[in-house]
Every structure is written in structure tokens, then in C-alpha cells.
T-cell receptor, first 113, second 115 residues
Framework: EAGVVQSPRYKIIEKKQPVAFWCNPI?????LYWYRQNLGQGPELLIR????????DSQLPKDRFSAERLKGVDSTLKIQPAELGDSAVYLC???????????FGQGTRLTVV | GESVGLHLPTLSVQEGDNSIINCAYS??????FIWYKQESGKGPQFIID?????DKRQGQRVTVLLNKTVKHLSLQIAATQPGDSAVYFC??????????????FGKGTKLSVIP
């Protein structure tokens, strides 16, 4: 069974440009998480979905970040416009409803120059 | 919570020795505590978890201890191998309603195994 798939693996963009990340969770997983991980730190939650509903987006910088999970499966995280401080690894994870175990993708490493 | 500092605590152990990685948590309402292993360039990988009503759980070469009195969690790795070299994170998981889990990570520890 395929794990959580993210693309692209790496992205380099100039500041003020838009960027989007895509995540395909494990089949059947209702819960989907987007995390941001800065160098040398632990992952920090940006948004959590239950099916297509965003149940926790309190840490998402809504002035420039947006996310969607149409049909409750794949998800896209967008930044527009990107800033230098957005350089980080963006991780997607998924879990079954009622399960405490979350499975992570390999992440997208974003570099804003 | 917001992470502080840019430098991970580090632990160096000799191959074959036992490793103990410690973590302090903050939310006394957490239902589960989880240890994740993150290798360079990869996402975190689940190692072992423990329910809040337990104080010890063993897996293959790993043991997690939970002390709720002092809000402390530890991961013990027996006979540490070079492949164990990675960053280890503890995470708190609690049911925020109807089986929807909130997962929050603590600061990591970088484990280096000396051959």
C-alpha cells in the first residue's frame, strides 16, 4: 500500500511568487494534517482536516496561506505571495478517524530566495 | 506550542549501548504520547505510542516510559545500531472530539550512533 505522497519534493521560488503543494493521503484516511517544519525544529501544525472540513486552522497564516481538501481526499496547500521566512519543509500526514497514529509523507522542501 | 531555539539537543552513544531520550510534555489531557523517528530528508516515522493510562510499553528494541506526575516521557533504545541515528520527536495526541486527534510535537533530540 502506498504511503502519503507529496509533490513536489523540492521547490525554489523567488519571494512574492505563489507556490502550491499537493498531498495524497493514504486511502481511507479521514484525517489529514499539514505541518511546517523549520530547520532544527519540530513540525508545527498549520491545518487539520476531517474529510473535507478544516477542523483546526488556528495556526494557518490566513493572509497568505490557503488550503483545500476537495472531496475529502487529496489536499493542496498554497502560499501567495511567498516570503523569505516561508522557507521550510512542508509535511502532510494522514490518519484513520479514531486512530492516534499519523503517517507522514516525505515533505516538500521550499526555498524562497 | 511554539518551538524555541534553533539547536536540537544531541545524544551520542556507542554502537551496542542503550540510548535514553527524554521529553517533557505540557498537556495533561493528552490521550496518547507518541515517539517519531525522523531521518534526514524524510518525514517523521511512527515508532511507538503509549496511552495515558499506562506507564510503560515495550516494542522491538524500544521501550517508552510515561511519568504523568512530572509530565515526562522517555524512549529507551536497546543495543543501539547505526541505523538508529536520526532525530527523535515526542508528540502528544488528544481527542479533540468525535475521534478527531490533535497531534502536537515537542522539541527533538538528535541521536548519533558511534560505530
Amino acid at each position: 500500500e502506498a504511503g502519503v505522497v507529496q509533490s513536489p519534493r523540492y521547490k525554489i521560488i523567488e519571494k512574492k511568487q505563489p507556490v502550491a503543494f499537493w498531498c495524497n493521503p493514504i486511502s481511507g484516511h479521514n484525517t489529514l494534517y499539514w505541518y511546517r517544519q523549520n530547520l532544527g525544529q519540530g513540525p508545527e501544525l498549520l491545518i487539520r482536516y476531517e474529510n473535507e472540513e478544516a477542523v483546526d486552522d488556528s495556526q494557518l497564516p490566513k493572509d497568505r496561506f490557503s488550503a483545500e481538501r476537495l472531496k475529502g481526499v487529496d489536499s493542496t496547500l498554497k502560499i501567495q505571495p511567498a516570503e523569505l521566512g516561508d522557507s521550510a519543509v512542508y509535511l502532510c500526514a494522514s490518519s484513520l478517524k479514531g486512530s492516534a497514529e499519523a503517517f507522514f509523507g516525505q515533505g516538500t522542501r521550499l526555498t524562497v530566495v | 506550542g511554539e518551538s524555541v531555539g534553533l539547536h536540537l539537543p544531541t545524544l551520542s552513544v556507542q554502537e551496542g549501548d542503550n540510548s535514553i531520550i527524554n521529553c517533557a510534555y505540557s498537556n495533561s489531557a493528552s490521550d496518547y504520547f507518541i515517539w517519531y523517528k525522523q531521518e534526514s530528508g524524510k518525514g517523521p516515522q511512527f515508532i511507538i505510542d503509549i496511552r495515558s493510562n499506562m506507564d510503560k510499553r515495550q516494542g522491538q528494541r524500544v521501550t517508552v516510559l510515561l511519568n504523568k506526575t512530572v509530565k515526562h516521557l522517555s524512549l529507551q533504545i536497546a543495543a543501539t545500531q547505526p541505523g538508529d541515528s536520526a532525530v527523535y520527536f515526542c508528540a502528544e495526541n488528544w481527542d479533540s472530539g468525535a475521534g478527531s486527534y490533535q497531534l502536537t510535537f515537542g522539541k527533538g533530540t538528535k541521536l548519533s550512533v558511534i560505530p
